[in-house]
């Protein structure tokens, strides 16, 4: 009963049409914006592309109060409906989402626009960082801005470790399929499609011991903008009624067009690198290795990191696991998905393959990045213009199956366990740490121990980065800038 109605003294009215009941307070609008023209839609997503920092989250809050609070595009059920399944694919899901607004808007030219605009900018901003960061990163202050950063790097893993876990692990199994992929990881050193796969298995058995835990209920993402759909919700273009378009309806032929058009493109473009630098080349080993690495990109950037480590610092040696450190800095102070800090290593490993010769390096780096952004993202559109229409055949709630919610798990172990390697690299950067950690010491007795060798400025610096993040809940590039200018002040002017 409504504690209010049961206060006032004033007899009941009778019931009335909810259509023809005067709303209380703000009246919101009863009829849908007119639908966007594609020049309209594509100035927006330039401009999101522009101003999407702040991580998946960032982003996605970001269109939520853009595309269904203000513009009225899309309603909040359609918004959430999208974003669920966008959840549920490999690869960035604040640009897949972009995509699959824009394909639902103006077709196959609108998903292009919106995910092609949604990674532009930050591809172009960070060839040039890129190249700025090859070029002067030896110059003593750059170097000591660099050393700021790193620890501000740890800190956003770990970061993402907490957040992640907080929101996914809420039964003990999935604590137990999180520390044995942390376990896997660092001690086994299993490669990491492995522990994807003994992740996805150990959901499937744990789903039929737990089946609510394993269900979904914690893993689905966590509603952008703090409320669910209500009676009063203004009527958008795309709204919780309204029929799917006649492109966005499921046709068997159509998928298999689709499929076929993406499946060739990419065989195209493999063919091409083959033709010119054969199967060992740089761009070729490049196109292949970031498809792999797109199928696998379950639970964010920081999830497929670990591979990106083991393939291309490890076993192809394109770039230096500092390197890769300083990327993800570089990823994580620019608009765009996060998977972006892909195109750096790119550019590293084009510009130390000398791709085009000793006085060509910036090109060789640029054709290096947009190669890997090209078989990084290529998937990403597969998915949802081959999918969107099955998903649309639907409105309802989708949940997460119980391998998925295994991988998502495990997703933290490895998060952790990327924390450790960066963590070492940084704390301990003349890999003494390491060593220690070993027990082998250099010649005999213990060796200089952990503390010993252990950067406490670097140390204190990632302490006071994670509680910003955590407890202070801080912004990345907040967080990034003041951390580069106590490395800068630290290193480069009181030592």
């Known amino acids: 009963m409504n504690p209010k109605a049961a206060a006032d003294p004033t ?8 259509a023809t009941t005067p709303p209380k307070g703000p ?24 101003l999407s920092f702040g991580g998946p989250a960032g982003q996605i809050a970001l269109m939520h109060a853009d595309l269904v609070e203000k513009k009225r595009w899309v309603s909040e059920r359609r918004f959430l409906h999208a974003l669920n399944f966008c959840m549920l694919l490999p690869g960035p899901e604040a640009q897949q989402l972009a995509t699959y607004i824009g394909w639902l ?3 196959r030219a609108g998903a292009l626009l919106a995910g092609g605009l949604f990674v532009l900018p930050s591809l172009l901003l960070l060839i040039l960082l890129s190249w700025v960061y090859l070029r002067f990163g030896s110059v003593p202050a750059v170097a000591a801005v660099l050393w700021g950063i790193k620890p501000a790097v740890v800190a956003l893993v770990l970061a993402a470790a907490w957040r992640i876990g907080a929101r996914v692990l809420k039964h003990p199994l999935l604590w137990a399929i999180a520390i044995g992929a942390f376990v896997a990881m660092a001690v086994l050193r299993w490669p990491f499609p492995l522990v994807l796969a003994a992740a996805a298995a150990a959901g499937v058995v744990g789903g039929r011991i737990a089946p609510q835990a394993f269900g979904g209920e914690g893993t689905a ?12 919700q203004p009527r958008a273009v795309i709204d919780d009624h309204t029929p799917a378009p006649a492109h966005a309806r499921w046709s068997t032929r159509r998928a298999a067009r689709v499929a076929a058009a993406f499946i060739g493109l990419w065989l195209l473009a493999m063919a091409a690198l083959l033709a010119w630098q054969g199967w060992q080349g740089t761009l070729t080993q490049m196109g292949w290795f970031f498809t792999k690495a797109a199928l696998l990109t379950f639970g964010g950037a920081y999830a497929v990191l670990p591979y990106v480590m083991q393939g291309a610092v490890e076993q192809q040696q394109w770039l230096s696991a500092t390197q890769m450190m300083d ?15 892909l195109a750096f290593v790119g550019f590293v490993g084009g510009w130390t393959a000398q791709l085009f010769g000793p006085d060509a390096l910036f090109q060789a780096g640029a054709v290096a990045a947009l190669v890997v952004t090209f078989f990084t993202f ?74 010993a060798t252990l950067d406490w400025a670097a140390a204190g610096l990632a302490a006071v ?14 967080l990034i800038a003041a951390c580069a200018g106590l490395g800068w002040l630290w290193r480069g002017v009181i030592l």
């Open 11 to 18: 007899p009941a009215a009778p019931a009335m049409d909810p």
């Open 27 to 50: 009246v919101p609008p009863v009829t849908a914006p007119p639908t966007p023209s594609l020049a309209e839609a594509t100035r927006y997503w330039l401009k999101l592309g522009c």
């Open 105 to 107: 808007l103006h077709r």
């Open 221 to 232: 993402p966590a509603h952008p903008g703090g409320g669910g759909a209500t009676a009063t």
């Open 327 to 341: 990327g993800l800095a570089l990823g994580e102070s620019t608009p765009g998905p996060l998977i972006m800090v």
């Open 378 to 451: 290529l998937p990403s559109f597969m998915f949802i213009l081959l999918g969107g229409p099955f998903i649309e055949s639907t409105h309802g709630q989708l949940r997460f199956t119980a391998p998925l919610a295994g991988i998502t798990a495990a997703v933290v172990g490895v998060i952790v366990n990327l924390g450790l390697v960066f963590g070492v690299a940084v704390l301990w950067p003349q890999g003494a740490g390491l060593a220690a950690a070993a027990g082998a010491g250099a010649g005999p007795g213990p060796g200089p121990g952990l503390m």
């Open 465 to 478: 980065a994670l509680v910003a993040l955590l407890r202070f809940r801080v912004g990345v590039l907040p």
